[in-house]
Nanobody, 123 residues
Framework: QVQLVESGGGLVQAGGSLRLSCTAS????????MGWFRQAPGKEREFVSA????????YYGDSVKGRFTISRDNAKNTVYLQMNSLKPEDTAVYYC????????????????WGKGTLVTVSS
């Protein structure tokens, strides 16, 4: 069992940056691939990014490639999402997620969800 808690959301102007964090409970954090999803108003939940157990492999949704960077620090049980060049269309609730493999996160299969943190990008 894993409990995920996101932080770092807030209000930012278009073109700005924000870093989200997700901290997992327990000492088994390194046994899970981690990722981020988001859900904008009126939209379905969308895959954003994923990272393998050891951080050696990363994946990004097409809409965020080149702007967002995922990383993890297993010693801190934390995964990060650095968001740069933010656009109003990035406005969404961002959810941290865990699964056995990064590949299944890309496919939308999630074992554990965080409760989400709201990112609002103003124009």
């Amino acid at each position: 069992q894993v409990q995920l808690v996101e932080s770092g959301g807030g209000l930012v102007q278009a073109g700005g940056s924000l870093r989200l964090s997700c901290t997992a409970s327990g000492r088994t954090f390194s046994s899970y691939a981690m990722g981020w999803f988001r859900q904008a108003p009126g939209k379905e939940r969308e895959f954003v990014s994923a990272i393998s157990l050891d951080g050696g492999r990363t994946y990004y949704g097409d809409s965020v490639k080149g702007r967002f960077t995922i990383s993890r620090d297993n010693a801190k049980n934390t995964v990060y999402l650095q968001m740069n060049s933010l656009k109003p269309e990035d406005t969404a609730v961002y959810y941290c997620a865990a699964a056995a493999r990064a590949q299944v996160l890309v496919s939308g299969h999630v074992l554990y969800w965080g409760k989400g943190t709201l990112v609002t990008v103003s124009s």
